[in-house]
């Protein structure tokens, strides 16, 4: 998939919003990021868009909704309301969560957990198997680092993958 002609629109400045920002600005696209928050909280955030050269807006998500994107990326912790799905399919952007962009770029092995109970646990004790076996492995998604702030990757990584039911 090639960025370079995309428009792309990020919903949540946190963790997952950033690993997506920063995967982006490595394969040379541009990204418009959208948080609710006031600038006041997302100090460490902006400094940090501002340095990949990108576009944001804070306080609302009045920008992420009247323009055009090709696809936009929701963080986990952004459940979308209606007037916003109706906004994004009128454009006719293509909608997925950080978790799915990050797989689009993943050309290596991984092991993605889900469920209600002991996601965690089953993450840690998966990749202590596979670091024990000598596999060169990293923990990621909900239980820390966001996917998207190691790829792309050397495909003789491997992933465990933590994915919230959300």
Request: aromatic share 8%.
């Amino acid at each position: 998939m090639d960025l370079r002609n995309q428009c792309i629109g990020i919903m949540g400045m946190a963790r997952s919003g950033m690993g997506a920002a920063r995967l982006i600005h490595r394969l040379g696209g541009t990204a418009f990021l959208s948080d609710h928050r006031n600038p006041d909280a997302l100090k460490k955030e902006i400094e940090a868009i501002n340095a990949l050269g990108f576009e944001f807006e804070t306080d609302a998500h009045s920008r992420i909704l009247k323009e055009r994107f090709d696809l936009i990326i929701l963080s986990p912790g952004v459940v979308p309301s209606g007037d916003m799905l109706d906004s994004w399919q009128a454009n006719k952007s293509e909608i997925i969560s950080e978790l799915e962009f990050a797989a689009r770029f993943c050309s290596s092995k991984w092991i993605g957990v889900t469920g209600s109970n002991g996601k965690t646990t089953t993450c840690h004790l998966i990749y202590d198997i596979l670091k024990k076996a000598g596999m060169n492995t990293e923990l990621v998604g909900n239980v820390g680092t966001p996917w998207s702030e190691y790829l792309p990757a050397d495909e003789s990584k491997a992933f465990v993958v933590e994915i919230s039911s959300f």
